[in-house]
């Protein structure tokens, strides 16, 4: 006698099946009912545990078909015993993700503005800006950004956010910053000279950033009160070699790169 199986689904009403993938340490994963996205921190009787990149955790049930790894559905499992230990975090404070490849280019952009913020940027932030796909663009001058956002056309779906250096209330920076602010075009900046005086003293082995009399050039008056050679260009390698993480930067500046991240990768309404 022919044997049939007990399943009577007709195979194109079967689900695909999808991937196993183990959840260890630092896979980031979104959980699609909810939209968290987080790293994997702790897998244990049948949940797991993520953590976003604000720090915020979240315990999940480990069901089939649960999550999302790159925008394909999976089903999370255990991982083998001796798997790797906690994953390190990166320069911005956020969770490694060993071997994560950057997420395709969103359609919004930062611009910052001056190359050694931009530099500096990259090199705390970059890791974190490569996963949520956010592409920095360097801005010559305040004077471009009219142009700049006028040609972008920033919407719902491609926010612009912007970093100008020493946004003071009332100066002309402020007012071309306020023309071009919207909906979809966040202008910050942080209250600094120069990004140089968001690097903490300490971080440098100095006691604080000297004062530079007024009419003289700011950059090469705090090489001379320092004792370092005349070179600006070799002075910010100096700076920049001098940090490492987000903790060798003053909390001014980390909380503006922090808001134009979260304004750009928002989801749009």
Same mark, same amino acid.
């Given at each position: 006698?022919?044997?049939?199986?007990?399943?009577?689904?007709?195979?194109?009403?079967?689900?695909?099946?999808?991937?196993?993938?183990?959840?260890?340490? %630092?896979?980031?994963?979104? *959980?699609? @009912?909810?939209?968290?996205? +987080?790293?994997?921190? !702790?897998? &244990?009787?049948?949940? #797991?545990?993520?953590?976003?990149?604000?720090?915020?955790?979240?315990?999940?049930?480990?069901?089939?078909?649960?999550?999302?790894?790159?925008?394909?559905?999976?089903?999370?499992?255990?991982?083998?015993?001796?798997?790797?230990?906690?994953?390190?975090?990166?320069?911005?404070?956020?969770?490694?993700?060993?071997?994560?490849?950057?997420?395709?280019?969103?359609?919004?952009?930062?611009?910052?503005? %001056?190359?050694?913020?931009? *530099?500096? @940027?990259?090199?705390?932030? +970059?890791?974190?800006? !490569?996963? &949520?796909?956010?592409? #920095?663009?360097?801005?010559?001058?305040?004077?471009?950004?009219?142009?700049?956002?006028?040609?972008?056309?920033?919407?719902?779906?491609?926010?612009?956010?912007?970093?100008?250096?020493?946004?003071?209330?009332?100066?002309?920076?402020?007012?071309?910053?306020?023309?071009?602010?919207?909906?979809?075009?966040?202008?910050?900046?942080?209250?600094?000279?120069?990004?140089?005086?968001?690097?903490?003293?300490?971080?440098?082995?100095?006691?604080?950033?000297?004062?530079?009399?007024?009419?003289?050039?700011?950059?090469?008056?705090?090489?001379?009160?320092?004792?370092?050679?005349?070179?600006?260009?070799?002075?910010?390698?100096?700076?920049?070699?001098?940090?490492?993480?987000?903790?060798?930067?003053?909390?001014?500046?980390?909380?503006?790169?922090?808001?134009?991240?979260?304004?750009?990768?928002?989801?749009?309404?």
């Amino acid at each position: 006698m022919r044997q049939y199986s007990a399943d009577l689904t007709p195979p194109w009403k079967k689900p695909e099946p999808v991937p196993e993938v183990a959840a260890e340490p %630092g896979l980031v994963v979104e *959980e699609p @009912v909810t939209g968290f996205c +987080g790293a994997v921190i !702790r897998c &244990e009787a049948g949940t #797991v545990t993520l953590e976003d990149r604000f720090g915020k955790h979240r315990v999940f049930p480990m069901e089939p078909r649960g999550f999302l790894l790159e925008g394909r559905v999976v089903t999370l499992v255990r991982p083998a015993p001796g798997g790797p230990a906690r994953p390190t975090r990166t320069a911005s404070g956020s969770v490694a993700v060993p071997g994560a490849r950057a997420r395709v280019a969103r359609a919004g952009r930062i611009y910052v503005e %001056g190359r050694h913020d931009a *530099e500096l @940027v990259e090199k705390v932030w +970059g890791d974190d800006l !490569r996963i &949520e796909g956010v592409v #920095v663009e360097y801005l010559e001058g305040v004077d471009d950004l009219p142009s700049i956002v006028e040609s972008f056309a920033p919407g719902p779906d491609a926010r612009l956010g912007i970093l100008v250096d020493h946004l003071v209330p009332g100066s002309k920076e402020w007012r071309i910053a306020r023309s071009v602010t919207s909906d979809h075009a966040l202008v910050v900046g942080h209250p600094y000279i120069d990004v140089w005086e968001a690097v903490k003293p300490s971080s440098l082995g100095i006691g604080a950033w000297p004062r530079v009399p007024r009419g003289q050039d700011w950059k090469t008056g705090v090489c001379r009160a320092l004792g370092w050679p005349e070179n600006t260009g070799a002075a910010w390698q100096r700076i920049l070699s001098g940090v490492h993480s987000y903790k060798d930067l003053e909390p001014e500046l980390l909380g503006r790169v922090e808001e134009l991240i979260d304004f750009v990768t928002a989801p749009a309404p």
